[in-house]
């Protein structure tokens, strides 16, 4: 059953404490993204990567770190920087094409 | 820079009433547009796509026609459900981007039975 899976579907964050959020594909895809989504908002790119051990910012990256160690696999770490963490955390996939494939998500939220 | 507008909502509609949601956007070159559907507490399913001038995408009843001429590609469905209830977002990517969606705000379609 192929498909992009996020954990935990929800995760809480204590002033100060960095936390990171899981997302793992097993479509082969080359490419995979980070997105952040507000209340009544658009989704926001935070960081993205075409290949494994390569990644570049997007449009709100501070505050937010990522790593790519294999294919499979794009974790993103809030770091105790980002001020306002609260938000629904998306992550998408694509095979270097157009359509980008979404996760269920992660709402984090701050004790 | 690219960005695409869609149309405030939120939208209420009866069962079986016609659905438009408008989206109109602003790019550089030749880009390809997308509706996705959030449903509620989930992640972005995508619901159609086209990727050059005059091309339909549908899917699910659901259609969209990418028009150069007014940089639009409005959502229309004829005849809604309860269960089509949900946000869509129009989105873009352009070639020169890549590959990052830029996406509207979404719109939040609420069908009553």
């Known amino acids: 059953d192929g498909g992009i899976t996020q954990s935990p579907k929800y995760l809480f964050r204590k002033e100060g404490q960095n936390v990171t959020l899981s997302c793992e594909q097993n479509?082969?895809?080359?490419?995979m993204y980070w997105y952040r989504q507000d209340p009544g908002q658009g989704l926001r790119l935070i960081y993205y990567?075409?290949?494994?051990?390569?990644?570049q910012k997007g449009d709100i990256a501070e505050g937010y770190s990522v790593s790519r160690e294999k294919k499979e696999s794009f974790p993103l770490t809030v770091t105790s920087a980002q001020k306002n963490p609260t938000a629904f955390y998306l992550c998408?996939?694509?095979?270097?094409?157009?359509?980008?494939?979404f996760g269920p998500g992660t709402r984090l939220l701050v004790l | 820079g690219n960005s695409v507008t869609q149309m405030e909502g939120p939208v209420t509609l009866s069962e079986e009433a016609f659905l438009t949601i408008n989206c109109t956007y602003t790019?550089?070159?030749?880009?390809?547009l997308f509706w996705y559907v959030q449903y509620p507490g989930e992640g972005l399913q995508l619901l159609l796509k086209?990727?050059?001038?005059?091309d339909k995408g549908s899917n699910k009843g659901f259609e969209a026609t990418y028009r150069k001429e007014t940089t639009s590609f409005h959502l229309e469905k004829g005849s809604v459900q309860v269960s089509d209830s949900a946000v869509y977002f129009c989105?873009?990517?352009?070639?020169?981007?890549?590959?990052?969606?830029?996406f509207g705000s979404g719109t939040q379609l609420t069908v009553l039975p």
């Open positions: 989105a873009l990517i352009w070639s020169g981007s890549a590959r990052q969606l830029t």
């Open positions: 990567s075409q290949i494994v051990n390569d990644f």
């Open positions: 086209a990727t050059k001038a005059d």
């Open positions: 998408a996939s694509s095979d270097n094409g157009e359509t980008q494939y």
């Open positions: 479509l082969n895809h080359d490419a």
């Open positions: 790019a550089t070159g030749y880009p390809s």
